[in-house]
């Protein structure tokens, strides 16, 4: 049988022949699966030399065999391919292992707060408090009632201030003013949350008493957090919407202001949605402002605001608190406590979830429908 050349130009629809290794080095390309092929035989010779050593381990083998991979990838394509193209291997395999590293933390703590927190995760810790309870049962009920109640307050603090906020900076702010607004939110942005949740007990202490504890003083506290990620965010999108739909707008002879409502903040919502979604992400978790503000309780409470008592002392429980006593208080047995604190770890990362997912429905919903 005689050979085929693969130079041969085809006729039209015939199938191309097979193309062997050889073809493929001799045209300047590594075949399909070296990759793959490569990264085995360097780990299973990374972990070769390490149990010669008496040193072996599957993190030292993969470790030790990504870098032998990397090197003997790039030598081989370099060889074969040229240059340019090895360096572009060797790019695209430094990002995809960054890529894996990143995932490694994120994997590891849903894989480990799924396996601790399904102990405790029935109905009856969504349904009852830890009022009169002192070993195992009860539940986190009071605790995810009052993360919602505070971070609900918040929310309806911290949205229209700093979506207000952004559309004056991003429509009026002219100067030294607008300047001056800017720094202030870049500055609040990277205040520790200890200090905003002495901003709140402070501020309450000398509206109220000295002492003063309640969901609403939490509130403040986690909006004064909430804020400036919210205008911060708001701002970017804004800026986004082209300069071309508030001009015909303009050109129409609409107002400045009815230009933002109709135009510039339909045009954006989905973004600003997605950046609301975020910062309550950023704050639903925070434990330092809640313990100094919002004070501790095992009982149901959703009234949030100041007893009007003596104090002013009307304790409120987050979930993030209730976590922090569960697990660095116990009583006995100490499993209890445990189990209930990974199950409400569990349950903040399903709030935060929950979230995104109505966070990306509602921004599909009112996203601006282009006509194609």
Known sequence: MSAINVNTPQEPGTTPPYRSAHVHLTSGQLPKHT?????????????????LLGAFSLAGSAVFGVVIFLITSYALSFAVEGRRRAANR?????????????????VSLLVEVTSRGLARFDWSYFTMSKRNIVGAGGGASHAITGTLIVTGLATLVSVPVGLLTAIY???????????????LVDVMTGIPSIVAG??????????????????LAGAVALS??????VVRSSEEILRLVPDQLREASYALGVTRWRTIVKVVLPTSISGIVSGVILAIARVIGETAPLLVTMGFTDSLVTNPLPSGGANNVNPMTSLPVFVYYEYTRP?????????????????LVLIVMLLNIVGRIVAKKFAPKINR
């Open 198 to 215: 002495l901003f709140a007990y402070g501020l309450f202490s000398v509206l109220f008493s000295p002492g003063s504890k309640s969901g």
């Open 90 to 106: 060797l790019a695209r395999y430094i990002i995809m292992g960054a890529f894996i590293i990143a995932l490694i933390p994120l």
């Open 224 to 229: 004064v957090l909430m804020i400036p990620y």
């Open 331 to 347: 009583g006995k047995p100490q499993d209890a406590f445990f189990d209930r604190a990974w199950t409400g770890a569990l349950v």
């Open 35 to 51: 990759d793959i092929a490569l990264l085995v035989v360097a780990i299973c010779v990374s972990a070769a030399v390490l149990a």
């Open 169 to 183: 900076l991003v429509e009026y702010g002219r100067g030294w003013v607008k300047r001056t607004i800017t720094f």
